[in-house]
């Protein structure tokens, strides 16, 4: 199998990128096969998934929900399937599938799960500005949320140094 892995340094008030060579390592002793591909800024996920799509059997998204949502952006309509390190904030696509939360638990839970086919959102929407990937459409594999839902995931940016759900516990008691 070939891995593409598709860091996003910046999760978690950069507790990603500061993973960066556990992960290489923990692939190494594993004898996995990869190319390390490091996001830039918003949207950059998406773009990467879709360069190292056409070469890996999986792409691996390495941060939280947001690089999950770009990753998926970017896998669709390819053959490769996506895996997920969960080291995000929320983590609540990891969450929901079951992916452990140390880093070496879901990498041998990763490497030897059985690949699943998941269900994929379309949401439309018209505006006067393009959103950072320039278009007016989405896929989403976790949830959709507008009006509080939308308002809380924006706030948790300012509690992200509290890390995990302590971040988002936070955000709801600030958007209430």
């Given at each position: 199998?070939?891995?593409?892995?598709?860091?996003?340094p910046?999760?978690?008030?950069?507790?990603?990128?500061?993973?960066?060579?556990?992960?290489?390592?923990?692939l190494?002793?594993?004898?996995?096969?990869?190319?390390?591909?490091v996001?830039?800024?918003?949207?950059?996920?998406?773009?990467?998934?879709?360069?190292?799509?056409?070469?890996?059997?999986?792409?691996?998204?390495?941060?939280?929900?947001?690089t999950?949502?770009?990753?998926?952006?970017?896998?669709?309509?390819?053959?490769?399937a996506?895996?997920?390190?969960?080291?995000?904030?929320?983590?609540?696509?990891?969450?929901?599938?079951?992916?452990?939360?140390?880093?070496?638990?879901?990498?041998?839970?990763?490497?030897?799960?059985?690949?699943?086919?998941?269900?994929?959102?379309?949401?439309?929407?018209?505006?006067?500005?393009?959103?950072?990937?320039?278009?007016?459409?989405?896929?989403?594999?976790?949830?959709?949320?507008?009006?509080?839902?939308?308002?809380?995931?924006?706030?948790?940016?300012?509690?992200?140094?509290?890390?995990?759900?302590?971040?988002?516990?936070?955000?709801?008691?600030?958007?209430?």
């Amino acid at each position: 199998m070939r891995y593409a892995v598709v860091l996003n340094p910046a999760a978690q008030n950069g507790r990603a990128g500061r993973q960066r060579a556990a992960i290489e390592a923990a692939l190494r002793v594993e004898n996995v096969r990869f190319d390390l591909y490091v996001t830039e800024r918003p949207g950059h996920a998406t773009l990467l998934a879709q360069q190292a799509a056409p070469d890996a059997d999986v792409v691996l998204a390495v941060g939280g929900d947001g690089t999950v949502q770009e990753v998926v952006q970017g896998l669709h309509g390819s053959e490769a399937a996506l895996g997920v390190l969960p080291l995000g904030t929320g983590n609540d696509f990891a969450y929901a599938l079951g992916v452990p939360e140390t880093l070496w638990e879901a990498l041998q839970a990763l490497l030897t799960a059985p690949v699943r086919t998941i269900d994929l959102g379309r949401v439309y929407w018209e505006d006067a500005t393009d959103d950072a990937l320039g278009g007016h459409e989405r896929l989403f594999a976790n949830c959709l949320g507008v009006g509080f839902d939308a308002l809380v995931a924006r706030n948790a940016r300012r509690f992200k140094r509290l890390g995990g759900r302590t971040a988002y516990h936070a955000a709801v008691f600030r958007t209430l």
